[in-house]
């Protein structure tokens, strides 16, 4: 059975980071695309941050340029997000989700499998 479990999130002080990982099992992500989403309180879901498996090319939202990271495990089972420099916009419930993706460059719509989600909370 098909399945994704986040974790690594928490309460942080603005300036902050976390490190979230998705654990894929049933499956390896060899062949998919994986996206990392949020959803802020009242707010709708967002991509974050995408990994395209077949070319190793990531995608990124424009508010985490320079301080998010996506990357993933050789042994294709686990992707992370390193989170630095938080920010209280940056408060939401996490979600890693995945595709079955041969493309070059990854996206965020489509997916078909979702973790649960991991809370992060910034704040002083």
């Known amino acids: 059975q098909l399945q994704l479990v986040e974790s690594g999130g928490g309460l942080v002080q603005p300036g902050g980071s976390l490190r979230l990982s998705c654990a894929a099992s049933?499956?390896?992500?060899?062949?998919?695309?994986i996206g990392w989403f949020r959803q802020a309180p009242g707010k709708e879901r967002e991509g974050v941050s995408c990994f395209s498996s077949s070319s190793g090319v990531t995608k990124y939202e424009d508010s985490v340029k320079g301080r998010f990271s996506i990357s993933r495990d050789n042994g294709n089972h686990t992707v992370y997000l390193q989170m630095n420099s938080l920010k209280h916009e940056d408060t939401g419930v996490y979600y890693c989700a995945v595709m079955p993706w041969s493309g070059y460059e990854c996206h965020f719509f489509g997916y078909t499998y979702w973790g649960q989600g991991t809370q992060v909370t910034v704040s002083s």
């Open positions: 049933g499956f390896t992500l060899e062949y998919y695309a």
